[in-house]
Structures are given as structure tokens and as C-alpha cells.
């Protein structure tokens, strides 16, 4: 099968297009995410013959996440798709070489209720694959307008919400699910629809777990210069395109994504940040007109090895604080029921994919969520278990923006978590 991709190691080839109408997706302006136009699209074969990945950029100005789509085999034949992207020409033709060996799309699933990034791909995708049955997650909204789903592209004849009961599913023979939520959060709900895919023993979520890898995703390599522009120290650094750089570039921009304002990061004031920008090196279009208001700590990599957990499965910062902590009780009776499934790797939308786990480590992921035990005392007490957790001076960007919400009733304050009554 045909595939687009490009490794680190491949940088020495001749330059590609910058632009094509194969990669064009006009409809950015909706929702304008980088690459805006233009999106490229990687496949991958995650098992031969079973499951595939769809992969595509999207961010804000240069601080990039990749995006994924996932494409399973049903045992009868036929196409299972999980979280649409933009189907650009290239997706499509993609998608229809699978199509050519392995049968029609049958199902497509929109797994999330207010992840804008994931819903306004699924309208334009069902409708290359019209005989397919498009199910969505319940709870569905939009903010700031709450629109119908069919202005989103979505088909009434071919949509529907996916019950409550997995098994009232066509597709339960080979499926579960367990649906997160709703969450309450003010404007509106979070919720999120885990797949687990019984035969090849794979987990597909799309916003709860992630995996941080410590180099770039393939993906990245499409559009490596917002890498190049992360992995300079200030306005004034000239940073050589290397496999090392790119790295250095990629794991910062991954600190910005997940904790907006790290403690490793000095923000540079306005007067400063333009003074600094008429002598910088490179003042193009591409580089901000050396426009460069942050300038980073020497010991950033403490901030991301510390935040990368050993590339564990884990909730990333801005949804333990600001959303999975909203309801507790909630999120960990989901978090043990897909605990209970016997799955081996986890495919999320975003980051790393395909993650080799069990499920006992995706229910350590949510243990800051669990009741705390009664502290022991005395000289041959036990030391008690300690949750993952991220370090407080990497948190308190966000531990400003929930005050701010909070106190401006934006959204409901975090539940406190319950202490145990008795020690286990």
C-alpha cells in the first residue's frame, strides 16, 4: 500500500513541494489550525493487515500536536474508522487503497463530544463514504454557538448516536466501548468514547491518555521549521536543521502544548521582545519577523523528562487540572471498566502510537484522582504509594487559569477528592 512518510533520517533528500492541491483543505478558516491550507497525510500499517493510522499536524502558530485517525479491519471485511482528519485528496487516496483490498468503510465513529479538532473532520470524511454509519458520541456541542450537527456536514440519515450499551451496536462482535461523562464544565460537557478492538487486543482513546516520545513524530518531519524555531534559546540564536535540534525544538513544543507557560520558560516583555527583534538574525514572515517573546532556562530538559514520565501512559496536565478533576467519581468508574479489558498497546489521537502497555498501567494514570488513604503513623508504618504527578512550578500556569475560571463561574470548581475511612 502507498504511504507519505519521511524519517529523521531522510533529511538529506531533495526538498518537497511546499504546496499541493493534493494536500489542500479549504475549509481551515472554520477552525484555523496550523497548517491552515495545507495538511499532509502519513499512513502507517500499527498491525499488518488490521490496523492503521492516519496522521496529520495541527496547532496553534508553532506549537504543533499531531492528529490521528485510526482504521481497523472487521472480521466479515469491511472498514471500522475511529476519529476522522481532514479528508484532503491524498487521505482519501489513502484510505481508498485499504478500501481496494479490504472492503468498504461500514463505520465511522466520532468519539468525542466537544473536541472541535476531531468533529469538524467527520462531516467531510462521511461524506466520501456515504453508505457508511456514522455514530457519535452523545452530549454533542458546540462553543460559542451550539450548532446542529448537520451544519457540520453530518447526514441525519446517516448519523447516530451510539447507544448506551455497547451491545446494541452492529459492530459489538468485535468492539466494546465505554463512554467518559458527561463531565460538567460550564460551557458545556467532556466526554470521550473508548474502543477496544476484542481480537487484535488494542485500545483506541482520544484525548485521556497520551504517551510523550522523546523524539519528534514521524509526522512532524512534513513541516520540521517549527521545530527549528522552538530550539532557539532567543531571538538572536541561528540553530543548524540536525536530527539533534529537531529533538531539542520538538520536546519544548511539547512543554508549551501541555503546560501553556512551563516554569523552565521566562516570558520577555513587549518593549524588550520588539527591541530584540529588529536585531535578530532572521526577521522573515516564517520567523515571526524575529518576533521572539520567551527565552528558555537552562535546565528545560528537567521540566521534560520529568513531564515525559518514561514515555508512560499518562493525563495530560491541563486535563488532570482542569477538567478530569471536575468529577472524580466519574472519570475513575470509566477509567476501571476499560481497566478491565485484557488490551496489550493503545492507539490515543495524539502523540505517541501505537503505546505497548497493560491495563494496569492505564489505571495508575488516573490514581490522582483515587481516595487517599488515612496516613499511617508510627515507627514501622508503611510508606504510602505516590500518584504520577507533574512538579508544582510546572503547574502553576494552570493553577492560575483555574482560579480564573472558577472564580469567574465559568466553570464548576474541582470536587475534592474523599480520604478512605479505613487503611487497606
Given at each position: 500500500m502507498a504511504t507519505t512518510q519521511r524519517s529523521e533520517q531522510n533529511q538529506s533528500e531533495p526538498k518537497q513541494p511546499q504546496r499541493s492541491r493534493d494536500w489542500s483543505?479549504?475549509?481551515?478558516?472554520?477552525?484555523?489550525?496550523?497548517?491552515?491550507?495545507?495538511?499532509?497525510?502519513?499512513?502507517?500499517?500499527?498491525?499488518?493487515?488490521?490496523?492503521?493510522?492516519?496522521?496529520?499536524?495541527?496547532?496553534?502558530?508553532?506549537?504543533?500536536?499531531p492528529v490521528r485517525m485510526t482504521v481497523i479491519k472487521l472480521a466479515a471485511g469491511g472498514l471500522l474508522v475511529y476519529a476522522p482528519v481532514a479528508p484532503t485528496r491524498e487521505c482519501?487516496?489513502?484510505?481508498?487503497?485499504?478500501?481496494?483490498?479490504h472492503g468498504e468503510i461500514k463505520y465511522i465513529i466520532l468519539p468525542t463530544a466537544s473536541g472541535i479538532e476531531h468533529k469538524v473532520f467527520t462531516g467531510p470524511f462521511s461524506k466520501w463514504f456515504p453508505q457508511a454509519q456514522v455514530f457519535v458520541s452523545p452530549s454533542q456541542w458546540t462553543f460559542p454557538l451550539n450548532i446542529p450537527l448537520s451544519w457540520l456536514g453530518l447526514s441525519r440519515r446517516q448519523t447516530q448516536e451510539l447507544p448506551?450499551?455497547?451491545?446494541?451496536?452492529p459492530f459489538a462482535d468485535e468492539f466494546d466501548y465505554a463512554?467518559?461523562?458527561p463531565v460538567d464544565?460550564?460551557?458545556?460537557?467532556?466526554?470521550?468514547?473508548?474502543?477496544?478492538?476484542?481480537?487484535?487486543?488494542?485500545?483506541?482513546?482520544?484525548?485521556?491518555?497520551?504517551s510523550i516520545p522523546v523524539n519528534p513524530p514521524q509526522v512532524l518531519q512534513f513541516a520540521p521549521y517549527p521545530m527549528l524555531f522552538h530550539a532557539k534559546d532567543n531571538a538572536f540564536d541561528v540553530v543548524e536543521d540536525t536530527p539533534t535540534v529537531r529533538r531539542k525544538g520538538w520536546q519544548r513544543m511539547a512543554l508549551f502544548a501541555f503546560y501553556f507557560q512551563p516554569s523552565v520558560l521566562d516570558v520577555v516583555n513587549t518593549k524588550q521582545t520588539f527591541k530584540d527583534a529588529r536585531k535578530a538574525p532572521d526577521r522573515s514572515k516564517k520567523a515571526y519577523f524575529g518576533l521572539f517573546p520567551v527565552q528558555w532556562n537552562p535546565d528545560w530538559k528537567r521540566a521534560f523528562d520529568a513531564f515525559r514520565q518514561d514515555g508512560n501512559p499518562i493525563v495530560a496536565p491541563i486535563l488532570r487540572k482542569l477538567i478530569f478533576n471536575r468529577?472524580?467519581?466519574?472519570?475513575?468508574?470509566?477509567?476501571?471498566?476499560?481497566?478491565?479489558?485484557?488490551?496489550?498497546?493503545?492507539?490515543?489521537?495524539h502523540l505517541d502510537a501505537p503505546v505497548m502497555t497493560t491495563p494496569q498501567k492505564f489505571s495508575q494514570a488516573f490514581d490522582f484522582l483515587r481516595?487517599?488513604?488515612?496516613?499511617?503513623?508510627?515507627?514501622?508504618?508503611?510508606?504510602?504509594?505516590?500518584?504520577?504527578?507533574f512538579p508544582k512550578e510546572d503547574m502553576a500556569f494552570l493553577d492560575r487559569v483555574d482560579r480564573f475560571l472558577c472564580d469567574r463561574n465559568i466553570t464548576p470548581p474541582a470536587k475534592p477528592l474523599p480520604r478512605e475511612t479505613s487503611e487497606q
Open positions: 483543505w479549504p475549509y481551515w478558516p472554520f477552525v484555523p489550525l496550523y497548517p491552515y491550507s495545507q495538511r499532509r497525510t502519513l499512513c502507517r500499517e500499527i498491525i499488518k493487515g488490521k490496523i492503521w493510522t492516519f496522521e496529520q499536524l495541527q496547532g496553534i502558530l508553532y506549537v504543533i500536536i482519501i487516496r489513502l484510505v481508498k487503497d485499504l478500501i481496494e483490498q448506551a450499551n455497547s451491545a446494541d451496536t463512554i467518559l461523562g464544565l460550564g460551557l458545556g460537557p467532556f466526554e470521550e468514547v473508548a474502543l477496544f478492538h476484542k481480537q487484535s487486543k488494542t485500545l483506541l482513546v482520544t484525548d485521556s491518555i497520551v468529577n472524580p467519581e466519574v472519570v475513575l468508574q470509566w477509567a476501571d471498566r476499560v481497566a478491565q479489558w485484557n488490551f496489550r498497546r493503545i492507539i490515543p489521537c481516595p487517599l488513604p488515612p496516613p499511617k503513623r508510627g515507627w514501622f508504618a508503611k510508606k504510602q504509594p505516590i500518584s504520577v504527578s
